[in-house]
């Protein structure tokens, strides 16, 4: 293609001006540069006198930068258009130029409606672009990562209250286990990590979502600020003092292994449970016991290297303090604390502006500053108020108007009016005083 001075070439044109110049200076036979070239000697003749009349331009092919033979002509793409506009708008290039083709005769290419509608800054729908992901090796260690989830399902097929099932899934082993739930939240997170902790021990992180359960959406304090820290759901703060590292997926892809879990056990565990007439929560957790160790002999994997990550777990008393709900409530000067509008007095002496509360899985709740538990008792009946007598009704003072309001122009005037007839009444005292 030919702009002036400027010369558009393709790399197969430039490599053919680097051996025809070798053989119009005789350092290379035409023979040989056709071999090079993968072209006959009468076309190495020809492209050499090209070479030589026009200079390297004469090399460059000459249809390119012209319109194709095949181009639709304007009149056609201004008819695709005002069809497409008026019929098919929104349609893709692809389902458009089959319906252009089936009910009104215009045949084209997809790609060439493509073009047209891009050049015309006409909108139409375009198929998003897959995210590239990469393939992750599985961890090498048993215990070095467990990805963790909740399944959203219908479990017993409407014979039982709709659950979740909560699961974890070693990445190196593919080992399961999981538990039955009301719903997906804090307490069951926390009942299910405990057994999973009892039965296996803690391992070095933990991979989910960014479900609200474990990944907090709140603002940062500003305590949380100055320590460069980002907010924490009440399970992602209990991981944080066991020492567990907590990694949040960006996609469900990133934790496929947990997904493909969930996607066979909805299809094998559901109808397992429905052989056996399941029908309620606490028959599904009793059922779950003993099917997990089938489905992890048969679906299991040796770890890549051998050796167990996982660490003895802590003392179930440190592990009640650590997974429960901890609230920080202000102590007042009457050393009570008020807690989800229920009132608490605190029997210690103690020096403090803010208490711990912890809500255990248990139930029961604790008073806790600097990890000592306090002494406290609910205030289960406070003293009654005392009535006061009605208040009589406010009356509101009457609005006073603004200087120029009519009413005080017409008062001015009034007051002007008398003031006058004073004048004229003192005026004919006077009168009638020097007439005398």
Known sequence: MLEGDIVKMSGKELRRVHVLKQVSEGKLLQREAGVQLGLTDRQIRRLA????????????????GRPSNCRKGEKFKGKVLRVYQDR?????????????????????????????????AIAYPSRRRRPHRRW????????????????HHDWLEGRGPWCVLMAYIDDASNEAYARFYPYEGTYPAMDSFWRYLERYGVPLSIYFDKHSTY???????????????????????????L??????????????????LFRTLQDRLVKEMRLAGIATLEEANRFLE??????????????????????TRPSREELKRTLCIKTSRALRNDFTV?????L?????????????VEQRLDGSLRLTHKNRALKHREITARPAKAERPPEKPRRHPRPKPPADHPWNTFRLYEKRIEREKKNRSKEKNRESITTA
């Open 215 to 241: 990944k907090s959406t709140g603002k940062p304090t500003v305590e949380e600020q100055l320590l460069g820290q980002g907010p924490m759901s009440q399970f992602e703060r209990a991981l944080h003092e």
């Open 338 to 342: 008020v807690h989800e509008g229920r």
């Open 243 to 260: 020492g567990v590292e907590v990694i949040h997926a960006n996609s469900p892809q990133a934790k496929g292994r947990i997904e493909r």
């Open 344 to 356: 608490y007095q605190i029997e210690e002496n103690i020096r403090a502006e803010k208490l711990i």
């Open 49 to 64: 006198k090209r070479l030589l009349g026009e200079g390297e331009r004469g090399l460059a092919h000459r249809l390119r």
């Open 290 to 311: 003993g099917y997990l160790p089938v489905y992890n002999k048969r679906f299991g994997m040796e770890p890549a290297q051998a050796g167990d990550l996982h660490r």
């Open 136 to 151: 992750r090796e599985r961890k090498a260690h048993c215990g070095e990562m467990v990805q963790m989830d909740g399944s």
């Open 88 to 120: 098919y708008e929104g349609f893709g290039p692809t389902l458009a130029v089959e319906k252009l083709s089936e009910r009104e005769g215009l045949h084209l290419s997809a790609e060439t409606l493509r073009v047209w509608l891009k050049e015309g």
